[in-house]
């Protein structure tokens, strides 16, 4: 099916046999409304209705539901997935029109559901493809490629664009947010080659495969995922200078505990970070997530924290709002994090002029 059959809802000739059903109900459901029609009274209407040619519809449901069940894997047998999608599309856009549908609600509430659900589903089996293949991002090449074009490729060709578009939005949200996830858990690389396969596959390889069937709009929820592959492939000394801004907006640069100096504006901190952002390419991050990739680096992967900052903090804030104000840091960063959380505001060097400092910076943050 070419892209303008799919936008209109047409369907491919060797294809019409996935709404066999589909019209079959709607001429049942035709005939069975002429009758209707007899009965005068709304009542009778919908009493007819409601037991002829409701518990026919929710037949049709549970049928269609069985023959999702019985697919072994719905990405390999995509034709079959995308016939049941099809179908319940159809039956969907036959009672928007139907005179009577409004005596069948629930019925018709459960069609809609189940192709709702069965749109997640197959979303979620990209999503699963995905997280069992997530060891390979940063072993091998075009990984993306390999696993999600054949499918991704046979549910365009088949799908019209109402279905189409519903099902890869869902896949590119689960899939920017599994990949995300999962960075921002994950330890520091172990070395540049690490680094690159990983930003390779899923910045140039995803993008490449999802460019070709999708419009740049409808992959935004990926941004995020490719500004952390941004700060990942920086030059070291423009990462090294980001990570200082990053530091000193977060209140945990050195310098700043180190000196009693007066503590920056909020604006002139946001333009700042505003600064970095724009030398680093990276359009929109909360700090928290910037400086978790940054110590991802392999090159960076020990620019931790120091005992006096976090032991300032665990006085201001308590150890568990301390320990919450780091959740985002993964790996080695996170756990370097909780050992500092160990220990008591006693073993800091900082003097009372200096935490008054700190803590005077931190009212702006909390």
């Not at 009778?44 to 929710?58: E, I, K, M, T, W």
């Given at each position: 099916?070419d892209?303008?059959d799919?936008?209109a809802g047409r369907?491919?000739?060797?294809?019409?046999?996935v709404?066999?059903l589909a019209?079959?109900?709607?001429?049942?459901f035709?005939r069975?409304?002429e009758?209707?029609?007899?009965?005068t009274?709304?009542t009778?209407?919908?009493?007819?209705?409601s037991?002829v040619?409701?518990?026919?519809?929710?037949?049709v449901?549970?049928a269609?539901?069985k023959c999702w069940?019985?697919?072994?894997?719905?990405?390999?047998?995509?034709?079959?997935?995308a016939?049941?999608?099809e179908?319940l599309?159809?039956?969907c856009?036959?009672?928007?029109?139907?005179?009577?549908?409004?005596h069948?609600?629930?019925?018709a509430d459960?069609?809609?559901?189940?192709?709702?659900?069965i749109?997640?589903?197959l979303a979620g089996?990209?999503?699963?493809?995905?997280?069992s293949?997530?060891r390979k991002l940063?072993?091998?090449?075009?990984?993306?490629?390999?696993?999600?074009?054949?499918?991704?490729?046979?549910?365009?060709?088949?799908?019209?664009?109402v279905?189409f578009?519903?099902?890869s939005q869902?896949?590119?949200?689960?899939?920017?947010?599994?990949?995300?996830?999962?960075?921002?858990?994950q330890?520091?690389?172990?070395?540049?080659?690490?680094?690159e396969?990983?930003?390779?596959n899923?910045?140039?390889?995803?993008q490449?495969?999802?460019a070709?069937?999708?419009?740049?709009?409808?992959?935004?929820?990926l941004e995020?995922?490719w500004?952390?592959?941004?700060?990942?492939?920086?030059?070291?000394?423009?990462?090294?200078?980001?990570?200082?801004?990053?530091?000193?907006?977060?209140?945990?640069s050195p310098s700043?505990f180190?000196?009693?100096?007066?503590?920056?504006?909020?604006q002139?901190?946001?333009a700042?970070l505003?600064?970095a952002?724009?030398?680093?390419?990276?359009?929109?991050?909360?700090p928290?997530?910037?400086?978790?990739?940054?110590?991802?680096?392999?090159?960076?992967?020990?620019?931790?924290?120091f005992e006096?900052?976090?032991?300032?903090l665990?006085d201001?804030?308590?150890p568990?709002?301390?320990?919450?104000r780091f959740?985002?840091?993964?790996?080695?960063?996170?756990r370097?994090?909780?050992?500092?959380?160990?220990?008591?505001?006693?073993?800091?060097?900082?003097?009372?002029?200096?935490r008054?400092?700190v803590r005077?910076?931190?009212?702006?943050?909390?």
């Amino acid at each position: 099916m070419d892209v303008d059959d799919r936008r209109a809802g047409r369907v491919r000739g060797d294809q019409s046999e996935v709404f066999a059903l589909a019209t079959l109900l709607a001429d049942l459901f035709e005939r069975a409304a002429e009758r209707a029609s007899c009965l005068t009274a709304e009542t009778a209407r919908h009493g007819y209705c409601s037991s002829v040619l409701q518990p026919g519809l929710q037949q049709v449901v549970s049928a269609l539901s069985k023959c999702w069940n019985d697919l072994d894997d719905p990405l390999q047998e995509a034709k079959e997935a995308a016939r049941l999608l099809e179908t319940l599309q159809e039956i969907c856009v036959f009672l928007d029109g139907f005179a009577e549908a409004k005596h069948i609600s629930a019925a018709a509430d459960e069609v809609q559901a189940l192709r709702l659900t069965i749109l997640d589903k197959l979303a979620g089996c990209f999503e699963e493809k995905v997280q069992s293949s997530w060891r390979k991002l940063r072993a091998e090449p075009s990984v993306f490629s390999y696993l999600l074009a054949r499918p991704l490729s046979s549910f365009a060709s088949a799908l019209r664009e109402v279905n189409f578009a519903a099902l890869s939005q869902s896949v590119v949200t689960k899939v920017a947010n599994l990949l995300l996830s999962q960075l921002l858990r994950q330890g520091p690389f172990s070395n540049e080659v690490e680094l690159e396969l990983f930003t390779a596959n899923c910045r140039g390889d995803l993008q490449s495969l999802l460019a070709s069937q999708l419009e740049s709009d409808d992959l935004r929820p990926l941004e995020e995922l490719w500004d952390c592959c941004q700060l990942l492939v920086l030059p070291l000394p423009l990462a090294r200078d980001t990570l200082e801004v990053l530091q000193r907006v977060l209140r945990l640069s050195p310098s700043f505990f180190r000196s009693a100096e007066k503590v920056e504006s909020v604006q002139v901190l946001e333009a700042k970070l505003a600064a970095a952002y724009e030398a680093a390419s990276v359009q929109d991050l909360s700090p928290e997530i910037a400086v978790s990739m940054l110590r991802k680096r392999p090159d960076m992967a020990n620019s931790g924290l120091f005992e006096q900052e976090i032991a300032v903090l665990q006085d201001l804030l308590g150890p568990s709002a301390a320990q919450a104000r780091f959740q985002d840091l993964a790996g080695g960063a996170g756990r370097l994090v909780a050992s500092r959380l160990r220990s008591t505001f006693i073993a800091s060097e900082a003097s009372p002029k200096q935490r008054q400092t700190v803590r005077a910076g931190l009212k702006i943050l909390i």
